[in-house]
């Protein structure tokens, strides 16, 4: 029998304590939880307390300068516990995986000599022979190997995939070749790859049988997706939605992160012929000026933007876009920043992630001169986000006496509550109705009638009975 068949029963006892903090993207959080499950079958249990665990593994991000520089803070706080642990004559292995570990492996291991183990993010699969062979030596792996990792990790048992809830991520696509002058991206995560269709399709079946009712695709770009097909031929995303949509009791797909280029027809359309396909769309910009989307190499103007949110609208005007920017790009004046301001106030977000601009290591846009000062950088970033921020309230505002459909996912903060997911992916607090109970509900879709509107969430009523054709539960 092979690895990944193997019952989940039949694996060993939990011996040995791990720990993984994961930094950066969605991507790189569900990289952590593949490697909880190779661990699992290595005799390893997941703890959250990282003073106990024998491994410890930091999952990094390489994308801004602050991300990365916690690495080494992090590192030098582990140091003090593996001395301290040691001295009660017990072991710990201190690990850093992820795109830190892809992009300064080597010099991780010369700066910090108490990290035992380097391993990047395509090559984690081989974690448990990096582990056997960091007990003699230091151990490093960032190689781009030319297998599929992901059919050489353990698919996670029913016990495993129910405790992360029913929404659960599954990467299609990984790594870029667009190379944007500001982005590591291409160099921590490799070429762009696509996942074969059958593997996809057979990883969702499996997730969905375990409970799981939610699936949000990911991919560094996702929306670039190629796989091959069962027929030999070239499958893009909307193709595979469509795929994914036969799968009963399978109720929501969502993607992330996608880029204007690659939003074709045919994706466009999936947001109006498929009724899984949420109504949301990640769809980052970076800058709303057609000169700093040149010096970024974008390869698409501002109205290239504006023209696809139209028509991504006109194909289900509801959908909520959201969005990333970067403020004080090299060489960005107030005339472009303004155009950036103009953008956002022409589109309308749902809500938008926004970062100053910080030279990355081997990317182009760092060797630029003409750097924007620190403070002009800051201004920008409080202008931009204040207005977002009027946005994202007022889309939220909008939501008010509503009736939406509402994906339960856990218990809510407060006692007698439980906290779920509408359509546009905001955060929905509900009072639980009288005879229902939080298991019950969880992995359930009712319809909830928007009331209140708190600082991070919405606070609703859930008006639908829960009948027991919504009964998914997940599953025992
Ligand atoms: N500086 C600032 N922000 C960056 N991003 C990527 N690279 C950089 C950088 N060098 C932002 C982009 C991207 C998001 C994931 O991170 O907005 O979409
Ligand atoms: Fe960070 Fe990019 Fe790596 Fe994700 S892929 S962890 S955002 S550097």
Known sequence: MSDKTRPESETPAPRRLAHIKSFGCQMNAHDAERMADLLAREGYETTDAPDNADLVILNTCHIREKAAEKVYSEIGRLRVRKEERAAEGKETVIAVAGCVAQAEGGEIMRRAPAVD?????QSYHRLPDLLKSA?????????FPDEDKFEHLPLPGKKRIMARGPSAFLTVQEGCDKFCSFCVVPFTRGAETSRLVEAVIAEARQMVEAGVREIMLLGQNVNAYHGAGPDGSVWDLARLFAALSEISGLERLRYATSHPRDMNEALIAAHRDLPKLMPYLHLPVQAGSDRVLKAMNRK??????????????????????????????PGETDADFEDTMRLVREIGFAAAYSFKYSPRPG?????????VP???????LHALQA??????TAFNRASLGQIMPVLFEKPGRHAGQIAGKSPY???????????EEVSSLIGRIADVRITELRSNSLHGEIVSPVGEADRGGMAA
């Open 425 to 435: 992916l905001q955060a929905v607090h509900a009072d639980i109705p009288r005879g």
């Open 117 to 121: 183990l380097v391993v990047g993010p």
């Open 387 to 392: 207005l977002i921020l009027e946005q994202q």
């Open 300 to 329: 698409h103007k501002a109205d290239d933007y504006r023209a696809i949110i139209a028509k991504v609208r006109e194909a289900r005007p509801d959908i909520a876009i959201t969005s990333d920017f970067i403020v004080g790009f």
């Open 363 to 371: 990317t182009k846009a760092a060797e630029a001169g003409d750097m």
């Open 135 to 143: 007990r003699s030596a230091k151990a490093i792996d960032i190689d």
């Open 374 to 380: 620190e403070e002009v950088k800051t201004a920008r």
